[in-house]
């Protein structure tokens, strides 16, 4: 199975592109991820997207953050 993922984090992008991260909660939740990413044959695709097209939170590089 293919998933396409919209990601607005670019150390998040970096980090499942590359595998493995200098954090180890990072490269903890990733050993999670791969696991079960093997087990039932799901190939990631990332879309890298624009902080402004995320509805989850306010795009917040030098701007203050909203309340």
Known sequence: MRQIIGVDSSVFEGVLA???SSSRELNLLLRSLAADMLIADIHLGILPLASK???GDDPSRERRVRK
């Open 18 to 20: 590359k595998g493995r």
């Open 53 to 55: 097209h995320n509805p």
